[in-house]
DNA sequence: TGCCGTTCCGCAAACGATTTCAGGCGCATC
DNA sequence: GATGCGCCTGAAATCGTTTGCGGAACGGCA
């Protein structure tokens, strides 16, 4: 069926090995058998069989990729850093999405970890534990999370929580209320680290409300809880909780921002189609997934690499529509 | 370093025939050493390699799929059925992002096609010529679009059209605008079809404007044109583009659904989330990525198969916020 | 006892590449 | 003229499976 690397030998004149060496080795070929091998495979369109020499030589050029949800606005751009810095290092990609389920997960790295050389887990919602031990096994980065001294790409939460309520304050608010993704996330915990730190050293009151589902109803449901706190300015644990409250504010008739401003965290793209414009902190979503693709490959080389096996990319405020000065001010 | 079909052989006391035999086979060997196989593999923790066993079988248990752009709202949702298709039938899928360039997709295709069973094309970009040379010689099925009689999954667009105009007219409208996606997109030119068929049957009047690139600025930049078309109603070529025009009347303070009615196409989840919430004909995205792969399955066992090859998936018109009677009325 | 048919299992040859090893050849050196 | 060395090439082993073929054991039947 396909063209292999005995008919290209037997087109060339030469033996496989021959035909080998002038494609992957050609300093071990003279230069006029090569260009012979190289013409004769061009003619016949001979492109090796990818599982042949991963047998022999153990690597698969494959990278796997673990979401929890593609359907989650963040994704897809972390997905496409990845398929790009992949694609440029001729790496193909395998993508598997959890459906939010630990047990999916777990399950999935176990059997995508045999046909690769390594694994991307974006954002992984399995413990601690089990994720020391696959790494022990696997080469494997995680973005959007830090456990212990593994290999990760995160993001400024701290400093990003510090941005917004930087903003917030040189406006005038001094009572910040924030509503919090799940309890077992662990970027929201980084957030609500940054958020307190922030506030304390402001002088700023907050009140936490939460935690919700990170989605939109989950703003929704938040929405009447961050009115009844009496605050003047709230912040979301993503964009699209932060959705959730705008519309729900909206519903209830309440101006954004003239009455509450509302900052969310992500930037996802409806971020600045939505009306008022969503005031956000922004992640370099495809930056990450490159970061994370970059440290991977790095990772193959030398396994056990001095170098660092850990980024923390910076985030940026997006400002918009959604906050301005507090109603009494 | 990984444990191979010998030492289970070794373990159990048998050939490595017998072991594969008896994973794969159980009915020729006897039940007694059937057994002790399957105890000393799991002991073991062997799984066999598959990059070994495609060399032989001609089968990789993998699958390509190829979208245009993850960004857009439209894809994870048939990504997602896809993948979860796939994983039911034991086979992983290969993701590839082309950033909307017909030229990256066919490249991509040609490197894929040899790592997979077979392909799916999610809206493919290329030349029909192109894709029949692929199809030739590759599985492969289409999704959201149809050539010839190539294997296809696509959305009843006709009747998607005949849905929205059906709900105008009865709400009293008699002039609709359409703002148009790519010339080149083949669900635009079926759109229009069903369009202009439903609008010449209830003779209402139709204006068209555009084409406009797919996306939410498209949307913004076709109101006011919209506008002066003197229409009372619009119907989007999808659903991000009629968000752009909310944003845009909006913005310019004219009121939805009072003064001019919107309709969507897709049913992306925004749809449901913006105010006013979007009516729109919502198209099954989850199970055109299941019967995608359902559809490749099927021709992967017999490639010259008599039944169906092409579906055309039904389309329901979710009425929500932005419709009602024209102001006049 | 001899023959045949089953049933079960091992040997060995694939699959398509890579890589080690060894050999042929030409040339310079002593 | 023998020796040694480089350069280039081919033969063969290897990776981990699957599978066709044949042999051994065994029971049934004449």
């Keep these: 069926m396909a063209v292999t690397i005995k008919d290209v030998a037997r087109a060339a004149g ?95 790295v176990r059997t995508l970890a045999k046909q690769v050389d390594g694994l991307v887990l974006c954002s992984p919602r399995m413990s601690e534990q089990e994720l020391r031990g ?99 300015a709230v912040i979301a644990y993503n964009d699209v909780i932060a959705l959730g409250l705008l519309s729900r504010f909206n519903a209830r008739g309440i101006a954004v921002p003239a009455e509450i401003s509302v900052i969310g965290f992500d930037d996802i793209p409806m971020a600045a189609m939505v009306h008022p414009s969503l005031t956000t902190v922004g992640l370099p979503m495809e930056s990450c997934g490159r970061a994370g693709v970059d440290l991977l490959l790095g990772l193959l080389q030398d396994p056990d690499r001095f170098g660092a096996t850990r980024r923390e990319l910076g985030t940026q405020l997006m400002v918009r529509g959604s906050t301005a000065a507090p109603p009494n001010a």
Aim: charged share 20%; with cysteine.
């Design 134 to 232: 696959f790494a022990a096994e696997t080469p494997l980065v995680m973005l959007n999370r830090r456990v212990g001294r593994l290999p990760a790409i995160t993001f400024a939460n701290v400093d990003g929580m510090r941005q917004a309520v930087t903003h917030l304050t040189a406006l005038g608010h001094r009572r910040i209320a924030y509503v919090a993704g799940p309890r077992t996330s662990w970027s929201n915990r980084e957030r609500v680290r940054g958020l307190r730190a922030a506030t304390a050293a402001a002088g700023a009151g907050l009140v936490e409300i939460g935690p919700v589902l990170p989605q939109f109803d989950g703003g929704v449901a938040a929405a009447d809880p961050v009115l009844a706190a009496g605050v003047t």
């Design 14 to 108: 030469v033996s496989p090995s021959t035909v080998c060496r002038a494609l992957s080795t050609p300093s071990l070929v003279r230069d006029e058998t090569c260009e012979r091998v190289r013409r004769s495979a061009a003619e016949l369109g001979y492109s090796p069989n990818r599982a042949a020499r991963g047998l022999i030589t153990g690597r698969t050029a494959n990278l796997g990729l673990i979401v929890p949800d593609l359907g989650n606005p963040f994704f897809p751009g972390v997905v496409k850093g990845i398929q790009a810095r992949a694609r440029e290092a001729d790496y193909a990609v395998f993508l598997a999405d959890t459906d939010e389920d630990p047990a999916a997960e777990t399950q999935l």
